[in-house]
């Protein structure tokens, strides 16, 4: 039987980026990586942090803040965009803080459900691999 495409993706051995400074929800959201079958880069709580990982690797999706410590990770999303990694951002801000280039990028506002949060990057990591397909 084939499978369907149209669910989201199980995180089963996907690498999920996580740039999130707020103690306590990067660590929820590792957690519900894990539990999905993921895989946790980070979490990351600064920019610099996040972007030497992306030299080193390549993340399947990411989950981003905006605001990591007074400081923004819009270097991270740029750097995210250059190579074609989709990812969301959780963030305090609303859609209008973001620049413009960003008008696409899946946003869920603080405080989120972190099923919500599960369920866009079980979208983004993409769809399902039909194991019998790729043989």
């Known amino acids: 039987m084939p499978q369907d495409r149209t669910q989201p993706a199980a995180l089963d051995a996907v690498e999920v980026l996580i740039v999130e400074d707020e103690y ?26 996040a972007l030497a990982h992306l030299d080193r690797g390549r993340p399947a999706c990411a989950v ?32 209008d803080a973001l620049p413009i280039r960003f008008a696409g990028v899946e946003r869920l506002e603080k405080p989120a459900d972190l099923g919500a949060v599960l369920g866009k990057l079980r979208v983004l990591a993409g769809p399902p691999i039909d194991q019998a397909a790729a043989r």
């Open 24 to 49: 306590y929800l990067a660590d929820e959201l590792r957690l519900i990586v894990e539990q999905a079958g993921g895989r946790v880069a980070g979490p990351f709580a600064d920019a610099p942090s």
């Open 64 to 95: 981003i803040d905006v605001n990591l410590g007074g400081t923004v990770s819009l270097e991270v999303a740029d750097a995210l965009v250059a190579r074609a990694i989709p990812f969301m951002f959780l963030t305090g801000y609303d859609a």
